[in-house]
């Protein structure tokens, strides 16, 4: 699975932004996904997950009731992150990945590259 995160970009507390994770090579439906985030100096961290269906979702505590996480399984096999409400503390690079178990935690198998998210306060 080939993955390609697009989206980010400079925006002030309070603001929105939708991240994009676009996937492409094997069946994208097969397999759960996440995003993950790693603010500079801080270890990666687990922020959303999505089963295969897209049925069931987990977030971290820091981003409930701001952020969701939603999939698209048909011709756009896109995994997306709405980003409401946001806070200089969410700055960060942010990463989408899949894998087969899926889940708040953070070995993912495919990886897909960083996408920098700044929040001015």
């Known amino acids: 699975v080939q993955l390609q995160a697009s989206g980010g970009g400079l925006v002030q507390a309070g603001g929105s932004l939708r991240l994009s994770c676009a996937a492409s090579?094997?069946?994208?439906?097969?397999?759960?996904a996440g995003w993950f985030r790693q603010a500079p100096g801080k270890e990666r961290e687990s922020v959303a997950a999505i089963s295969v269906s897209g049925r069931y979702t987990n977030y971290a505590d820091s981003v409930k009731g701001r952020f969701t996480i939603s999939r698209d399984n048909n011709a756009k096999n896109t995994v997306y992150l709405q980003m409401n409400s946001l806070k200089p503390e969410d700055t960060a690079v942010y990463y989408c990945a899949a894998d087969i178990l899926g889940g708040l935690r953070t070995e993912y198998d495919y990886w897909g590259q960083g996408t920098l998210v700044t929040v001015s306060s």
């Open positions: 090579g094997r069946t994208f439906s097969r397999y759960a």
